[in-house]
């Protein structure tokens, strides 16, 4: 009987070794931060076969939310892969169309905002501390662009959306706070390549085009399950 209780004994404890080191492995992190929607310069006609026209574009801050899953690889070690959701948001501030000559338009008004899901592939940096852990990562993947913005008297409006290719890069630190959860702050660059908007404007519809580059600044919790 007590070498009964003791297998017993032992399968219980491998079981819960087992289990914790599969509660250490996936983890769900969201983020919250500021976000900077970096100037833009987009490309096009003034109108159906009109002449090249630029729409500079400067935007407000604004904020970005994220959601990630993602699980370590034992098998290479300090290595992370997750998959990640976030939406940001920027008002526009400033716009200046060459086609109506030098000068800042009036009546600028909307934003832009972007949701993006990117496949991420992190590297968590080992250290003597053993609570902080820096962390760099890169990743691909799409966004959704959606601009609403007008200006001018009549107005003119950059009213439409695109879904484009997308990359970004990762900077942070994680600091653990117990054994499942983890303070993390980190900077993300990202640039959604090629969008092509519809400028709506008196001599009718152009595409105007440029990339979108974004430079957030995140904190986040990290829990591992």
């Not at 992370?80 to 000068?103: K, T």
């Not at 009546?107 to 080992?126: H, Q």
């Amino acid at each position: 009987m007590n070498k009964l209780k003791a297998f017993a004994v032992a399968v219980s404890a491998a079981v819960v070794s087992s289990s914790a080191t599969a509660q250490e492995q996936f983890y769900l992190h969201g983020t919250l931060g500021f976000n900077q929607l970096l100037d833009t310069d987009q490309t096009g006609a003034s109108g159906p076969g009109g002449t090249q026209a630029n729409v500079d574009s400067d935007y407000d801050g604004g904020y970005n939310l994220g959601i990630a899953v993602g699980t370590k690889i034992p098998a290479w070690s300090g290595i992370r892969a997750e998959l990640a959701l976030s939406y940001a948001q920027n008002d526009a501030d400033s716009i200046d169309f060459s086609g109506n000559g030098a000068g800042e338009e009036g009546n600028v008004d909307g934003d832009i905002s972007s949701t993006s899901i990117f496949a991420n592939v992190l590297y968590d940096i080992e250290t003597s501390h053993e609570r902080f852990t820096p962390y760099i990562g890169a990743g691909i993947g799409a966004s959704f662009i959606d601009s609403s913005i007008s200006y001018g008297g009549l107005p003119v409006r950059i009213d439409d959306d695109d879904e484009v290719f997308a990359a970004q890069l990762i900077a942070g630190a994680a600091y653990k706070l117990n054994d499942r959860l983890d303070l993390t702050v980190d900077a993300r660059y990202s640039r959604a390549f090629d969008v092509e908007l519809t400028r709506v404007g008196p001599a009718g519809p152009a595409t105007v085009s440029d990339d979108f580059d974004n430079l957030s600044l995140n904190v986040g919790l990290r829990f591992g399950f």
